[in-house]
Nanobody, 123 residues
Framework: QVQLVESGGGLVQAGGSLRLSCVSS????????MGWFRQAPGKEREFVAT????????YYSDSVKGRFIISRDNAKNTVYLQMNSLKPEDTAVYYC????????????????WGQGTQVTVSS
């Protein structure tokens, strides 16, 4: 069973930055594509970003493109989400997720999920 643990969330003012981290317990971390999703109160969980197994391919939702950067360090079993120019509408619980093989933007394609980390952006 793969365990994912997110960290780095918190309270930040609009325009600020945060860096989320997600550490995987999986020894073959490089065999998993990774994704970041978020869920705001009263809303469905939505795709934010995904990265391929070797880090060579990334995709972003339109709402974060140009502001967020997903990256990974396979030697550290860690995926990151650098969030810049944060807006109040970015407020949500952020989840990392893992799936074998290819990247995906769909929540249903991911087999493993972390417990989430809260990000709150004040105006």
């Amino acid at each position: 069973q793969v365990q994912l643990v997110e960290s780095g969330g918190g309270l930040v003012q609009a325009g600020g930055s945060l860096r989320l981290s997600c550490v995987s317990s999986e020894r073959t971390f490089s065999g998993h594509a990774m994704g970041w999703f978020r869920q705001a109160p009263g809303k469905e969980r939505e795709f934010v970003a995904t990265i391929s197994r070797n880090g060579g391919t990334t995709y972003y939702s339109d709402s974060v493109k140009g502001r967020f950067i997903i990256s990974r360090d396979n030697a550290k079993n860690t995926v990151y989400l650098q969030m810049n120019s944060l807006k109040p509408e970015d407020t949500a619980v952020y989840y990392c997720a893992a799936r074998r093989t290819l990247t995906s933007t769909r929540t249903t394609d991911y087999e493993y999920w972390g417990q989430g980390t809260q990000v709150t952006v004040s105006s």
